[in-house]
């Protein structure tokens, strides 16, 4: 009962993705009405089994006139929203010295902008009702660092201090605010990286194999539930060990 999300509205961006995707169907199966929202037009292709209440929603998370669409879509089809769940994100290699201005600015956009438009879109109605619930996803480069991933591991520890600021600033509204960063997840994302360096960092893991999706709902369930109610401006790492803070 403690990961019961019944009564609750859960936007969740990102998620025709991998983790995306795993998420959105066990906030779903916890009874939470689900707004699904992805670039992708794969999400209308999600039809989680059951009696709840979902919608899909293809917007690009990146540009402000789109969030307000979505927020203002959401709010007509099921409500304003409890829990906001940031998972939408690209990853494109490159080495710094080959990066163009506009491949940085994409980047940012997509994984750091994103994340801002949608908080801030949300946060009226949070605020209004003096309870909400954001998780923002981050990731272990972040921390680590990433060879031709600049941009991105930038962008990741962007969120990490937005969320930490934000959890300090709406907590006294009852808003919390925490960030799952994920280590070496089995997802489409992962395939852009060489297999050669793949093999070598799977033995660096203690846990000796590279993460499901699967795994990422347990600790979104915790945070997103009444059963987090007093975790707040938290990261916490997914990632068999590899990295240990």
């Given amino acids: 009962m403690l990961v019961d999300l019944n009564a609750k509205t859960a936007i969740i961006t990102g998620a025709a993705g991998g983790i995306g995707k795993a998420v959105t ?12 929202v992805d670039q992708s037009e794969k999400i209308r292709e999600n039809d989680p089994k059951g009696g709840g209440i979902y919608f899909s929603h293809v917007a690009d998370v990146s540009r402000a006139s789109s969030v307000d669409t979505m927020i203002d879509k959401c709010l007509n ?8 769940i940031n998972i939408a994100a690209i990853s494109a290699p490159c080495p710094v010295h080959d990066m163009t201005l506009e491949n940085w600015q994409h980047n940012m956009d997509v994984n750091l902008t994103s994340v801002f438009l949608c908080t801030r879109a949300v946060l009226p109605y949070m605020i209004e ?35 930490r600021s ?17 280590g070496m997840i089995d997802t489409p994302m992962l395939e852009l990286m060489p297999q050669t360096q793949l093999q070598k960092l799977t033995k660096r893991i203690p846990l000796r194999r590279i993460g499901n999706p699967r795994d990422i709902i347990g600790l979104t369930l915790l945070l997103a539930s009444d059963a987090g109610s007093y975790i707040t ?4 790492h997914i990632n068999g060990g590899l ?3």
């Fill in 166 to 182: 934000l959890a300090r600033e709406v907590g006294p509204s009852g808003i919390r605010v925490n960030v799952i960063a994920p």
């Fill in 243 to 245: 990295y240990m803070n």
């Fill in 25 to 36: 169907d066990a906030v779903f199966d916890a009874g939470a009405k689900v707004f699904a």
């Fill in 129 to 163: 009702r003096r309870k909400g619930c954001i998780i923002n996803f981050s990731s272990m480069i972040a921390r680590t660092g990433g060879e031709t991933s600049a941009h991105y591991s930038a962008a990741k520890s962007g969120i990490e201090g937005l969320s």
């Fill in 77 to 84: 089809d099921i409500g304003p929203p409890d829990i906001l």
């Fill in 233 to 236: 401006g938290q990261t916490f």
